[in-house]
């Protein structure tokens, strides 16, 4: 089942911050998180298990809740190198494990 | 290494036309998949393989083949094109599905 992501679009000046949400109807096993720039492929950004785990990646971290079923991925200080589309996968706790990804958010970063 | 690699880069078809969609990779990754991506809709599973041999339906198999004979290449077939089979195909591979996906760099497909 996909999950919801929200909000669809983000517009910031650099230096602002922004936080992507990503929730699900069902429990989850992990939630996966990546970057699209604009005509690439998506890139990997990082992973998190159950068991309420935090992760960070220079300025960007990401937080999983279990219990709420989502995960939010926070952008500090954004830079204009932020800007793409950012997708959540998720797998479901139990299922088959094969993520399945949000429509994704939309960051744009302006000087 | 190259990564996971994708032939051709674009591609015009017909309505009813067939085509293969070819997907490598050189990490000696178990998993592999494809996606289709269309605006608003985010990446969707179509195909996905655990390993040479073994393949499974995604969300939206219909009007696509696949096979895995070696652990390297994945090709996508499209049996009989429709307009509603544009769109850009991503393949990715990861050592396991729970893993880092890498993708590959994508075909974009036109159906006329």
């Known amino acids: 089942q996909q999950p919801v992501q929200s909000p669809q679009a983000v517009i910031l000046r650099e230096g602002e911050d922004a936080v992507i949400n990503c929730s699900s109807s069902?429990?989850?096993?992990?939630v996966h998180w990546y970057r699209q720039k604009h005509g690439e492929a998506p890139v990997f950004l990082m992973i998190l298990l159950k068991g309420g785990e935090q992760k960070g990646h220079d300025k960007i971290s990401a937080s999983f809740n279990e219990k709420k079923q989502q995960s939010s991925l926070y952008l500090t200080a954004s830079q204009l190198s932020y800007s793409g589309t950012y997708f959540c996968?998720?797998?479901?706790?139990?299922?088959?494990?094969?993520?399945?990804f949000g429509r994704g958010t939309s960051l744009i970063v302006h000087p | 290494n190259a990564g996971v690699t994708q032939t051709p880069k674009f591609q015009v078809l017909k309505t009813g036309q067939s085509m293969t969609l070819q997907c490598a990779q050189d990490m000696n990754h178990e998993y592999m998949s494809w996606y289709r991506q269309d605006p608003g809709m985010g990446l969707r599973l179509i195909h996905y393989s655990v390993g040479a041999g073994i393949t499974d339906q995604g969300e939206v198999p219909n009007g696509y083949n696949v096979s895995r004979s070696t652990t390297e290449d994945f090709p996508l077939r499209l049996l009989s094109a429709a307009p509603s089979q544009t769109s850009v195909y991503f393949c990715?591979?990861?050592?396991?599905?729970?893993?880092?996906?890498?993708f590959g760099p994508g075909t974009r497909l036109t159906v006329l």
């Open positions: 069902k429990a989850l096993y992990s």
């Open positions: 990715a591979s990861s050592r396991t599905p729970g893993d880092e996906q890498f």
């Open positions: 996968g998720t797998e479901i706790d139990g299922g088959s494990y094969i993520p399945t």
